[in-house]
């Protein structure tokens, strides 16, 4: 059955005037079981001809993905440059998809685009979108009608270009300072984070889940973030979530009004709880955090999706993935589905085996009674969002729509306001704000950002200031996917505090420190003439704050470590426990 002929019967499933749960019934009674076994998979595509493989994550064509495995839920990568082209993409996606079966619409999801960064390959990957600080920095300005602003911006930007769920908030609480995932977080307390999250889940939906909205789906339940020794749970070493403090509620409060706010869907995290009342599996297996605490305690009526991975051992940018089925690693594939279906789990995030769902239907390990009620909410919310009665967008409008000046304004005001000024010197040239006209030395920045303010100069010795931009340290853990996690030490290298130091010594230097998680700054306190923090903010955002042109909003989102012998006695799970910080949370000081 195509589209064409379901249209020219007008089932009850594609009358609008009908109510959601009737058309949910209608068109849940026409699927097949294979229909409804591929709604429970999520996994990645990529932009380009949607009858090409996509080779950065070695997956199939998309059309293979669809047509084939009969899967309509996609988390697009990448970017192709315009907004015009990623809505004519989507589209040609959606023209897929209504020829196949019964016509059921694709559900396109993405991680943040909106982070401002350096780097050029994410930069790329950002496209077009207006961009933003990081979480952090978000959190660092504090104001929850500025975070529901952005949420709007945002999704105005994403329904521009097809995007229908949001893969975030990521509402994990930064208790150990060295986990690195931090970045995406709101930091390291849970009443600012509960706050924030549910200011950024309304920007996205709305004050409820419609025609207009982008979904969200909030993480990581029951809270990232109390990982031993900082590791993260994408690696086996880093499986373990550990709660020294006996403080696994404090780490649920940011969910509670995440989930009075509405958010539609849930992702539980990877790492497998110690020391708590529940099962020692991962969080995607544990029937007493999913469907205990999070369905009957807490009441979420949403969807689950697991985080990605959890079930097929992979290859990930040349390195060597294991499924992510910590305390189960023992377990088949089949044996994986059956116990995340058992605890609760909608869907499998970054998977595509059907086939071994549909042999754990077939042989009545899982019932398809037990299939229609999670197919039931994935329907549902297709037809909320207005999936089913508008697939397609305005490739026009999107090329008009995302990254306006607007919102390029408004993104680039809050670069400026999340800037943290941490230290100020006393007295002479260091002092913020510099004084216009005054000649600079940069490293670490562009010295076209501070020309409308000052005059670059190539030497620190012709210099009357100094400025450095630095990033947070951290200790590599290895090549390919696992480069991307800085984790480990939040010390600087002592060749680079010597060379800061001989800086600091040749001329008054200010030097900010991008920090995606915290970082030992003790040592730059005692030499820089100046010091602020960005999480995210561009060369001419931070310029602007240096000179004058803007004030510095942010304060700090977690504490300042004073050692790294403060971090290893801390305990993970609970916040501000490092002893004598060198800042404390909260802390910014203004011109």
Not at 219 to 241: L, M, R, S, V
Not at 313 to 333: C, K, S
Request: a negative charge; proline letters at 6%; hydrophobic letters at 40%.
């Amino acid at each position: 059955m195509t589209t064409s002929d379901a249209t020219s019967s007008q089932f009850p499933y594609q009358d609008p005037s009908l109510p959601v749960e009737q058309r949910v019934e209608d068109l849940l009674s026409r699927l097949s079981v294979e229909d409804k076994a591929g709604l429970m998979f999520h996994t990645m595509t990529g932009y380009g001809d949607v009858t090409q493989a996509e080779p950065m994550f070695g997956l199939p064509s998309l059309r293979s993905m669809v047509t084939g495995r009969r899967m309509n839920h996609f988390n697009v990568v990448g970017s192709p440059g315009s907004a015009r082209e990623m809505a004519a993409w989507h589209n040609a996606a959606q023209d897929l998809a209504a020829g196949t079966g019964w016509g059921v619409p694709l559900t396109i999801s993405s991680d943040p685009r909106h982070g401002f960064t350096d780097n050029p390959g994410a930069a790329m990957l950002a496209g077009t979108f207006s961009q933003w600080p990081e979480t952090l920095g978000l959190a660092a300005i504090g104001d929850a009608d500025l975070v529901q602003a952005f949420g709007d911006i945002a999704r105005q930007e994403y329904i521009a270009v097809g995007i229908r769920v949001a893969l975030h908030p990521q509402i994990d609480l930064a208790t150990e300072p060295r986990w690195s995932r931090i970045s995406g977080t709101f930091g390291e307390d849970a009443d600012l984070t509960g706050r924030l999250g549910a200011a950024y889940i309304r920007g996205f939906q709305g004050v409820r889940l419609g025609a207009d909205s982008v979904a969200t789906m909030t993480k990581h339940f029951p809270g990232g973030g109390p990982q031993k020794d900082g590791e993260d749970p994408h690696f086996a070493y880093g499986k373990d979530q550990v709660y020294p403090g006996g403080n696994f509620d404090y780490h649920l409060r940011p969910f509670l009004p995440a989930i009075e706010a509405g958010t539609s869907q849930m992702m539980p995290y990877y790492g497998r709880p110690l020391g708590t009342e529940y099962e020692e599996v991962g969080f995607g297996f544990n029937s007493g955090v999913l469907t205990g605490l999070l369905r009957e305690k807490l009441g979420f009526t949403g969807i689950i999706c697991t985080d990605w991975g959890l079930l097929t051992d992979a290859t990930i940018l040349g390195q060597d993935m294991p499924a992510r089925a910590w305390g189960l690693e023992h377990l088949t594939r089949e044996e994986r589905v059956v116990r995340a279906i058992d605890a609760g789990v909608d869907q499998f995030g970054g998977e595509l085996c059907t086939e071994v769902l549909l042999t754990v239907i077939q042989d009545g390990r899982v019932s398809e009674a037990r299939l229609d009620e999670s197919v039931r909410r994935l329907l549902r919310e297709k037809f909320v969002l207005g999936l089913f009665d508008d697939r397609h967008v305005d490739v026009e409008r999107a090329g008009v729509v995302v990254g306006s000046a607007d919102f390029q304004a408004a993104g680039l005001d809050a670069q400026r306001a999340a800037v943290t000024l941490l230290a100020n010197a006393a007295d002479g040239a260091a002092r913020l704000p510099l004084h216009h006209g005054i000649r600079v030395y940069c490293e670490g920045i562009d010295p076209a950002a501070i020309e409308p303010y000052a005059t670059p100069v190539a030497e620190p010795a012709d210099a009357e200031v100094a400025i450095v931009r630095v990033k947070a340290p951290f200790e590599p853990r290895g090549e390919g996917f696992e480069s991307f996690f800085h984790a480990g030490s939040l010390e600087f290298p002592a060749e680079r505090l010597d060379h800061l130091r001989e800086l600091c010594a040749t001329v008054p230097t200010v030097i900010d420190v991008y920090l995606d998680r915290p970082a030992v700054l003790a040592p730059l306190v005692e030499f820089a003439g100046a010091l602020t923090a960005t999480y995210g903010s561009s060369d001419a955002a931070l310029a602007a704050v240096l000179f004058g042109a803007s004030e510095p909003r942010g304060k700090l989102p977690f504490d300042i470590p004073s050692s790294m012998a403060a971090v290893v006695a801390s305990r993970s799970d609970v916040p501000f426990d490092t002893s004598e910080p060198t800042f404390r949370f909260g802390h910014g000081l203004s011109y």
